[in-house]
């Protein structure tokens, strides 16, 4: 049992709604646009992205291992190796078999749906794998931009063609508010991490930007997720339900405040920002997801 909650530990599931937002997304704007849903088609999305999200946060933990980053006094990852819970040869074969059971899955998406699903598939597959092996985008300052697109437009874009077996900007747009505060979860933990990943030698965003410049990315996300949804409310894509978001707003200022009083010398302070940032996203997705309802029953 301690070997199994070790490898649960190494999937980070915690940061799962940010999967779960996207794809319950994607969902109900095909059921809004085409009156359609499939219950084993949306489970088969969902099951098949969380294992490709899974996969690609294990893998990143032995590569982070591997290059000296993560480290028994670091923040991040799911300090499975660091604190010997599981060995780095453990870590890489979990990687593997949940890589291999997304790829199935896959397999299974492409039969039903055919040559878009996958192109998209092929996406999100290279997006994981390339994550932290061979181009290892991530440690070169390519993670912000690469969490955005798969978590938001690509993910709420792909469930929305399962189940409507159709394309449409409507998903693309209306994915870019969650979107923003995904990134806003990435963003955060770099934020932490600028001294260390110095020294480690991994270009984020953040340590290029330097700490007091990488705070002012992580206001502008939040401004630009409450802006773009305020704005869709009055277009045909939203209704003024939507507006409902701004109750998160004093959870969004409360985590600007911590950021603001951040220090590089303190990465402690912050350490749980990640965290934060991921309840701000999850909120702001649910309440966005039942003012579309909200507007489709009133």
């Not at 010398?265 to 990640?274: C, N, W, Y």
């Amino acid at each position: 049992m301690t070997k199994l909650k070790s490898y649960f530990q190494a999937i980070r599931a915690f940061s799962f709604t940010a999967v779960i937002i996207s794809v319950a997304l994607g969902a109900l704007l095909a059921f809004q646009d085409k009156n359609t849903f499939s219950l084993p088609m949306f489970l088969l999305v969902l099951v098949n992205t969380l294992l490709l999200h899974a996969g690609t946060n294990v893998l990143s933990d032995y590569f982070d291992y591997k290059k000296g980053i993560d480290t028994d006094y670091s923040f991040g990852s799911s300090k499975v190796i660091s604190e010997r819970l599981l060995t780095p040869k453990e870590v890489l074969i979990e990687a593997v078999v949940i890589f291999g059971i997304a790829i199935l899955l896959g397999l299974v998406l492409i039969y039903l749906r055919g040559l878009p699903i996958l192109i998209i598939g092929c996406a999100g597959l290279f997006a994981g794998v390339f994550y932290s092996f061979g181009l290892s985008y991530k440690y070169f300052a390519l993670g912000d931009f690469a969490v955005f697109l798969m978590f938001g437009p690509l993910t709420v874009l792909g469930t929305y063609y399962v189940l409507a077996e159709s394309f449409s900007i409507k998903p693309v747009l209306l994915a870019i508010p969650p979107g923003l505060l995904v990134t806003l979860i990435l963003v955060g933990n770099n934020i932490r991490d600028i001294k260390h990943d110095i020294n480690a030698g991994v270009k984020t965003v953040a340590n290029l930007l330097g700490h007091r410049r990488a705070k002012w990315e992580y206001y502008l996300l939040i401004a630009m997720a409450f802006a773009s949804a305020a704005i869709m409310a009055f277009t045909p894509l939203l209704s003024l339900w939507s507006l409902l978001i701004f109750v998160t707003l004093p959870l969004a200022l409360k985590n600007i405040r911590i950021v603001s009083q951040s220090n590089p010398d303190s990465p402690a302070s912050i350490a749980d920002l990640d965290v934060k940032s991921a309840q701000l996203h999850l909120i702001f997705g649910i309440l966005l997801i039942i003012s579309i309802v909200i507007g489709m029953v009133i």
